[in-house]
């Protein structure tokens, strides 16, 4: 492999430090394409180079258009790992995962000027201003906003409010002030002082301090109780209840829990979905979904590290503690890892997974409705996959037996195309070959008489048959195969009902296909749906067939009695043995007394 390297990057592979930093690769036309961060630049490079064999095919690719590298030299593995986050999401060069734009998202503002105002923005401007966020969910951040403007009166106006402007009277009320949104700041009615109270106590909920300032009103509740100043009181407590409400809104867990991370990992085989909860006093604050894309195979913790610097990066979290799943390849200085078993912290972890899962379910709803076709193939790859397939089965066809204990033996078939029932391709069948309780030798007799019929007509067949039963009526079924020269050129399985064992011809041992995969749906749906066309061809055919019977040939028995009897007796020579006693306990002394005579004369 060495003679292959281009003669100025082995002279950087000599001369790199085995020191911590971040290492830059550059392809022909002098462009970034990768950029990653190492404990030891010159080991982690130089691996790239020497360990082909254990190289993914996207790897090798990456190794092929590298013809220059950069690096730079940091302290420590955490600096690396800031300035690999940073360099990426400057030069989004093609090999690496990609992150989110955080600009996407709305925040917080509380711009710094006299008198703040607290409004959303997408733009954070550095003039000073506090920003809160970024919020992944708009309508979360405006509900916290008119939380914030139903307990304080703010101004909104972009009125230059300062002490000489408001002393020369520059300044009217606006329509605000009169209908109490506003205290008048503009006209000197609110002192800077009280103001600026409110805004700190503004910074204390969308910190999450919510307590902090639920605390101080209770306080100041009781003051203008004790002064008598009721109306005052009254409006401190309207503005409790809503602080409460929303506290017991957030609350999840023990509010002992207080300034936690937790990162949940969803791994996925071309993306990965890790989940970030802050919790402060107990309560969520943040909650955000970081999606990523994979492009040289990422592990786990190689992922949870970058989306672990990022994101508390972005959310600006100081939190000492961090829940994870598992250990992330970094150390991060004055951090603690918890990977809890049971308890608060194992539930916050569990309700991050499902966040993570439940982001998943919407993003592929949303591309399902932009393109439909794409969840019945995504389903169909899977089936392909579980079913040891070559191609997705995009035609399947079951097939089922009915009979009555023996009488009017039916058979249905049923078929699938995408994956969606096609119910014009459905077909009964009367049994015609076989006599008695046969399912084998009838589930022999309906493939042949399908696929003889579609061979015939020149037909498409169908690229999987599911046979509704376990060994016994997948062998039935395959013999009809062989007579048709058929063997080989579909896929054909059986499925037991009580296990949920999937068979394969000549496979003694079923498969088990997992209970949440949607390949075991599909062939469930198809065998229910089966089942229940094939159950009610053969009720009308039992009904019908009762009529024929030499039962209902007898005066004064109808179709209902014939049926109770055969229910009873299963067949017309056991009905005929019967003393008269046992045929009146059965459907009553009137029409016993027919049936009896009738064949005692």
Known sequence: MKEQIPENIQLKLKNIPEQAGVYQYLDENNKIIYVGKAKNLKKRVASYFT???HQSAKLKVLVRKIRDINYIVVATEFDALLLENNLIKKHQPRYNILLKDDKTYPWICIKKENFPRVFPTRNLVKDGSTYFGPYPSV?????????IREIYPLRNCKLNLDRQNIENKKFK???????????GPCVGNQSREDYQKNIDEIKEILKGNVKHVIHKFEDQMMEYAANLEF???QDIKQKLQLLENYQGKSTVVNPKIDKVDVFSVLDEKDECYINFLRILNGAIVQAHTLEIKKKLDETPEELLSMAIV????QFDSHSKEIIVPFIPDIELPDIKYSIPQKGDKKQLLDLSERNAKFYRLEKQKKLDLVDPNRHSNRILST????LRMSTPPEVIECFDNSNFQGSYPVAAMVQFVNGKPNKKAYRHYNIKTVVGPNDFASMEEIVYRRYSRLLKEGQRLPDLIIVDGGKGQLSSALKSLDKLDLRGRLTIIGIAKKLEEIFFPGDSIPLYIDKKS???KVIQHLRDEAHRFGITFHRNKRSKGTIKTELTDIKGIGPNTAEELLKKFKSIEQIKKKTLEELCNTIGKSKGNIIYKHYHK
């Open 310 to 313: 990022e994101l508390r990066q």
């Open 518 to 520: 949607e390949s075991l």
């Open 383 to 386: 089936m392909m996959k579980d």
């Open 231 to 233: 109306e005052k009181a």
């Open 173 to 183: 009320v606006c329509l605000e002030y009169h209908i109490g949104n506003c205290l």
């Open 139 to 147: 309508r979360m951040m405006r509900a916290l906003l008119e939380l």
């Open 51 to 53: 360990k082909e064999k």
